[in-house]
């Protein structure tokens, strides 16, 4: 492997525990999906750093592992090679959560799907996966694949959209079970994405990006 994409958490925790103030606040406006901009790396990585603390699933020892790995610069890398890889889940016009993905040899990997507490509703976690499903088929890709954990209720939303248990994978990551679910795609495109590196000299140009208004 070319990274640590196909190791590692990915965490669904989106469909379970509704807050009281997402529920004293109806959502009026139907939730929508855009692709990330540069101006949404800060966002994206600081409610990312607050799912994986808060993330009932995970060891202390995973969890430092992937803050480190989920760093702004692989967000920015991600970004450069395709904007919908960080997509972002609208209500009422306002972040309501995010979906980082990544493409390794022919899969999609689904890294992370959060919903901000604040805004947890069910259908916002529906209509995000579907906007993400429904993008990535696109003849790119022969699955979308994540790893969650036994207990998890993102689950239930994994089921939902017809995603498969291929396996357990026991002691796995730092010596924890993953459950593999998996979502078969049709590939109709030559070619397989290798990865998101980009080099020395994409990583100026993202820099570059960072640096320049936003409109």
């Known amino acids: 492997m070319t990274d640590a994409t ?13 807050s009281k ?3 004293d606040k109806p959502v009026t406006k139907k939730p929508q999906v855009r692709a990330a901009t540069s ?17 009932p699933y995970y060891k202390d020892q995973f969890k430092d ?11 920015r890398t991600l970004l450069a090679a395709d904007p919908n890889h960080l997509m972002i889940v609208l209500a009422n ?16 990997w689904l890294h992370w799907s959060y919903i901000f507490p604040e805004k947890r509703r069910a259908s ?3 209509i995000g996966l579907r906007a993400l499903i429904e993008h990535f088929d696109n003849g790119r890709f022969h699955k979308i694949a994540t790893y969650t954990k036994l207990g998890n209720p993102a689950v239930a939303l994994l089921k939902r959209f017809k ?27 030559k070619g397989y994405d290798t990865g998101t590196g980009m080099g020395r000299l994409g990583r100026i140009k993202a820099r570059i990006r960072t640096l320049l208004p936003t409109r």
Do not use: W
């Open 163 to 189: 995603f498969d248990l291929t396996c357990t994978l026991k002691n796995h990551i730092f010596g924890e079970d993953y459950m593999l679910y998996e979502l078969p795609l049709t590939k109709t495109q």
């Open 93 to 108: 016009n306002e972040p309501a959560g995010f979906m980082i993905t990544s493409p390794q040899y022919g899969t999609l």
């Open 39 to 55: 101006a949404d790396i800060n966002l994206i990585h600081a409610r990312l750093m607050e799912a994986i603390d808060t993330s």
């Open 124 to 126: 916002i976690a529906m």
């Open 6 to 18: 196909s190791f590692s958490g990915e965490d669904l925790t989106t469909t379970q525990s509704v």
């Open 21 to 23: 103030k997402a529920a």
């Open 65 to 75: 592992f992937e803050k480190k790995r989920m760093g702004k610069r692989y967000l």
